[in-house]
């Protein structure tokens, strides 16, 4: 899966113009996990939701091996996780998964049974509870477990953990990552920590804010796992701190 972003913006309208993207342009291929990060309003749900298709961009293109994102949605190439599981409350984890099985098309061979996915996300004994008996954590995983079933090549994943408390988080994360290792889809990340993108992502893109422009794009060639006391980890923590700091005062300056 190559994924291409040509000369993409975005303005939303809403009695005044408000540029939300401008002028994006970046190349992606299979089986990279991609953290975006930045300040609140520098655009990077927006380019998510872009990818997605849930909005049009204003000008540019993008594409997925050469087809356009709704396209690309059609045929079951994305799978989207944001921080709302979207669970329906009257059906329970079982089913849950069932109906989002039921609408979703693959024709691979190494489709993930219902029964695997939960195994995968640790939610075997609870397929036959209801989402509102679960905890925050565990309605996550049932979410995670749906894009698993989906089998898309690519996850977009709007800061999926970041209503949860900070154990839950680091271990759902821990959790995501072993997955992505064996899965290997494209994964683009939204994050607010610098940490957090540091442990998971082997690229890194740094948004400046009012209209999200790329500030920076690191690659991260660190094995895992990565730790904070690592003088590599540090270099690369100060280094997008600096970069957001710079951008930060520039846009209040």
Same mark, same amino acid.
Request: with cysteine; glycine share 6%.
């Given at each position: 899966?190559?994924?291409?972003?040509?000369?993409?913006?975005?303005?939303?309208?809403?009695?005044?113009?408000?540029?939300?993207?401008?002028?994006?342009?970046?190349?992606?291929?299979?089986?990279?996990?991609?953290?975006?990060?930045?300040?609140?309003?520098?655009?990077?749900?927006?380019?998510?939701?872009?990818?997605?298709?849930?909005?049009?961009?204003?000008?540019?293109?993008?594409?997925?091996?050469?087809?356009? &994102?709704?396209?690309?949605? +059609?045929? *079951?190439?994305? %799978?989207?996780?944001? =921080?709302? !599981?979207?669970? @329906?409350?009257?059906?329970?984890?079982?089913?849950?998964?069932?109906?989002?099985?039921?609408?979703?098309?693959?024709?691979?061979?190494?489709?993930?049974?219902? &029964?695997?996915?939960?195994? +995968?996300? *640790?939610?075997? %004994?609870?397929?036959? =509870?209801? !989402?509102?008996? @679960?905890?925050?954590?565990?309605?996550?995983?049932?979410?995670?477990?749906?894009?698993?079933?989906?089998?898309?090549?690519?996850?977009?994943?709007?800061?999926?953990?970041?209503?949860?408390?900070?154990?839950?988080?680091?271990?759902?994360?821990?959790?995501?990552?072993?997955?992505?290792?064996?899965?290997?889809?494209?994964?683009?990340?939204?994050?607010?920590?610098?940490?957090?993108?540091?442990?998971?992502?082997?690229?890194?893109?740094?948004?400046?804010?009012?209209?999200?422009?790329?500030?920076?794009?690191?690659?991260?060639?660190?094995?895992?796992?990565?730790?904070?006391?690592?003088?590599?980890?540090?270099?690369?923590?100060?280094?997008?701190?600096?970069?957001?700091?710079?951008?930060?005062?520039?846009?209040?300056?």
């Amino acid at each position: 899966m190559r994924i291409s972003i040509e000369s993409l913006s975005h303005t939303f309208y809403n009695g005044q113009a408000t540029p939300a993207l401008q002028n994006i342009n970046l190349t992606f291929e299979s089986g990279k996990f991609v953290a975006l990060i930045g300040p609140s309003g520098c655009g990077k749900s927006t380019l998510l939701r872009l990818m997605a298709n849930l909005i049009t961009p204003t000008q540019g293109i993008i594409h997925y091996n050469g087809h356009d &994102s709704r396209q690309a949605v +059609l045929d *079951g190439e994305i %799978a989207w996780l944001s =921080q709302s !599981p979207a669970l @329906l409350p009257w059906l329970n984890v079982e089913k849950n998964l069932e109906l989002a099985q039921r609408f979703t098309e693959t024709k691979s061979p190494s489709r993930l049974s219902i &029964s695997d996915a939960l195994a +995968l996300v *640790g939610l075997t %004994a609870a397929s036959h =509870q209801y !989402p509102f008996t @679960l905890s925050g954590g565990m309605q996550q995983r049932l979410a995670l477990a749906r894009v698993l079933l989906q089998h898309a090549p690519v996850w977009l994943m709007d800061e999926p953990f970041a209503a949860l408390d900070e154990l839950t988080r680091e271990k759902l994360t821990e959790e995501l990552l072993q997955i992505w290792q064996v899965q290997m889809p494209a994964v683009f990340w939204v994050t607010h920590n610098i940490y957090e993108a540091i442990k998971l992502a082997d690229r890194i893109l740094v948004f400046s804010p009012q209209p999200g422009r790329i500030a920076a794009d690191f690659s991260v060639e660190m094995p895992y796992p990565r730790h904070e006391n690592q003088p590599q980890f540090q270099g690369l923590l100060s280094n997008i701190r600096l970069i957001l700091q710079q951008k930060e005062l520039k846009h209040h300056g």
